[in-house]
Structures are given as structure tokens and as C-alpha cells.
């Protein structure tokens, strides 16, 4: 537990669309709003500044390289505003170890302290593969991404985070070993579909809060992308008692709370589920 007794922290919500430039101009838009709102930290949603599946390789190349576009976006943000700012997802053609990635980019959340240094790097671990009844139809993120392998933990101003990406969510085992590196707050960068995000966002993310005590910040791609790509959006804030302190339904947007330390470390000492395990 960090010595860290409360801190603000923002989830944005977007709307993005195929238009690379739009969506950076809308993220420097919400993020000096979440700066405005006394956020120590804001979270951006899963494929904040690109989206569509045909751009995810070239532009996870261009990223890989010394002129990268969104990276340096969100450097500069970061230290223009003072703020740490957790990247949501982009596309990196590159493993943590720096080898190349030839056919395939990985989903990857990177982590910028208020001087714009790059602190954590997190490639999505499980890869949305599945059929959906909506006018898009199938999804097959394993076409386009390679999956991450490593569970990442990172010391924040609001406490140690534990990083994961949309998919992630149904995977209860990756919350158990980011509470295990010590995660007092969890983030969820998502672009979930309309469908599942109506039958399973709440009732997962609250899951994941109450049996890991840890918040859970949840920021989401919120509306109609394109013509065939409807996203669930209600980002939101969720304590460890499964309590949804703030939320967006729908639309462009920034809501933000207080993650208070005190009451998570509290109620882990009320209620030590962690020491009850038995498997």
C-alpha cells in the first residue's frame, strides 16, 4: 500500500472515428477538461487516436519509430499539462524487447509521467475474437494483434495502478495477479460493443472491484463510430465495494473522483478476503 492517502483520477470517454487527426484534436480537448477538473491523472479509452482495423499495422509501424505521431502527442500532453496520462490503447509494431513485429502490431497502453516520460508499457493480453450480433458482425482482433504476455504494475500519483484492456475484463485471473503486484486501482481502457457492453460491463466491472478490492477506473469508447461500429461508452469510476461513484453513459466526455487509500486499506483490513483463499 502507498503512503498516497487520496488523488483525483479521470476516465474520457470518445466517440472516435477513422480520422486520426479529428481524435487527437478531441483527446487534447478532454484532456486539458481533465486537467481542469484537478485530475492528477487521466485514463484515455481503447483506440483513442486510431481505430479503424486497415490502419492499425501502418500506423503501429510509424509508432515503432523515431517519428512516431501518438506517442509524442501524448508526451507532450503529459507535460504540458502536468498531468500522467494513461494512453489508452495504441498499435506498436515493436515487443517490450524492441524486436520488430512484421504482419501483426500489438495493443499497447503506455504510461506518461507529468514530464512526459514514458514509465509503463502493458500489450493486451487477450485478444477479442468472437461473433457479436451487430451490424458488424464478427470481430477477430487476432488477425491484426499479437498478444502481450507480461502483467504490468506501475507506482502512479493515485496509487499503484494495474494496467488491462477491454477483453481483459472477462479474465478474472489477470486482476488476481495485478493484486498480487500490489494494485490499489485497477484502469480499463475499452471500446466495448454496444451488445456486450449492455449484458456484461457493470456487472463484470463491479465483480472485479469487489473480489480484488481495489477502484476501477473505466474509461470507453461511448457511441457511433461508423456506420457499422456502435460502442457501449458509460465510462465510469467503481470503488472497492462495488459502488459506481461517477459515470458517462453516452458522448464525448470527462468524469472524475477522489480514489481514497484510506477506505481501500480499510476495508481490506475489515474484510481480509485476500489471507481467506484456500486455492
Not at 145 to 157: I, S
Amino acid at each position: 500500500m502507498t503512503n498516497t492517502v487520496s488523488a483525483r483520477v479521470a476516465a474520457i470517454q470518445m466517440v472516435s472515428t477513422q480520422d486520426i487527426e479529428a481524435n487527437l484534436n478531441e483527446a487534447r480537448r478532454l484532456l486539458a477538461e481533465a486537467a481542469s477538473k484537478g485530475a492528477s491523472v487521466a485514463v484515455l479509452p481503447e483506440n483513442f487516436a486510431v481505430l479503424a482495423t486497415h490502419q492499425m499495422v501502418d500506423c503501429g509501424r510509424v509508432e515503432a519509430s523515431d517519428q512516431s505521431v501518438i506517442r509524442a502527442f501524448l508526451a507532450e500532453q503529459a507535460k504540458n499539462l502536468g498531468l500522467w496520462i494513461v494512453g489508452g490503447s495504441l498499435p506498436l509494431a515493436a515487443r517490450p524487447d524492441g524486436s520488430s513485429i512484421e504482419s501483426h502490431v500489438r495493443a499497447t497502453c503506455l504510461v506518461f509521467d507529468a514530464q512526459g516520460r514514458e514509465v509503463a508499457r502493458y500489450d493486451k493480453i487477450h485478444l477479442f475474437d468472437a461473433v457479436v450480433d451487430d451490424a458488424h458482425g464478427q470481430y477477430r482482433e487476432s488477425d491484426t494483434f499479437e498478444p502481450g504476455e507480461r502483467v504490468v504494475t506501475v507506482d502512479t500519483p493515485a496509487g499503484k495502478l494495474g494496467l488491462a484492456i477491454c477483453y481483459d475484463l472477462r479474465f478474472p485471473e489477470l486482476f488476481r495477479a495485478l493484486r498480487e503486484q500490489g494494485a490499489e486501482w485497477v484502469c480499463l481502457p475499452s471500446a466495448f460493443t454496444w451488445q456486450t457492453g449492455d449484458a456484461h460491463w457493470h456487472a463484470l466491472i463491479r465483480a472485479r472491484a469487489i473480489e480484488n478490492q481495489v477502484w476501477v477506473v473505466a474509461p470507453g469508447q461511448g457511441g457511433q463510430n461508423s456506420e457499422r461500429r456502435r460502442t457501449y461508452g458509460h465510462s465510469l469510476i467503481c470503488d472497492p465495494w462495488g459502488k459506481v461513484v461517477t459515470e458517462l453513459a453516452e458522448g464525448p466526455g470527462v468524469v472524475a473522483a477522489e480514489l481514497d487509500l484510506e477506505q481501500l486499506k480499510q476495508l481490506r483490513k475489515r474484510m481480509p478476503v485476500w489471507e481467506h483463499r484456500r486455492l
